[in-house]
């Protein structure tokens, strides 16, 4: 059984930068065709995909947050980071980890292992 689960700080100041941990367990992140992303639910609006992983390192984001996006991974301990730059309130969310599964990154159809997400809010 696939398991992603979120950790990172739930209040974050504005202009700071803000840094989010998945931890997989029950697969590799390294393991071929597999696609590890995330996804932000802000309060009001819908899913907004923001990035993802493939299994040998290589990253793409949308290209409306890349700019202050970025996701690494510490394949020691099977876990892939986001970082978001600059945050302002508007990047209140909940945020989730996920894989990939097929079809548009912009589908929730799309994945088909979820974290169970974590509230974060920019806040002075």
């Known amino acids: 059984q696939v398991q992603l689960q979120e950790s990172g700080p739930g209040l974050v100041s504005p202009s700071q930068t803000l840094s989010l941990t998945c931890t997989v367990s029950?697969?590799?992140?390294?393991?071929?065709?597999?696609?590890w992303s995330w996804i932000r639910h802000p309060p009001g609006k819908e899913l907004e995909w923001m990035g993802g992983?493939?299994?040998?390192?290589?990253?793409y984001y949308n290209p409306s947050l890349k700019s202050h996006t970025s996701i690494s991974r510490d394949t020691s301990k099977n876990q892939f980071s986001l970082q978001l730059s600059s945050v302002t309130p508007e990047d209140t969310a909940i945020y989730y980890c996920?894989?990939?599964?097929?079809?548009?990154?912009?589908?929730?159809?799309?994945?088909?292992?979820w974290g169970q997400g974590t509230q974060v809010t920019v806040s002075s």
């Open positions: 996920a894989r990939y599964y097929s079809g548009s990154y912009y589908y929730r159809s799309s994945y088909n292992y």
């Open positions: 029950g697969a590799s992140i390294t393991a071929s065709d597999d696609h």
């Open positions: 992983q493939v299994h040998d390192g290589g990253t």
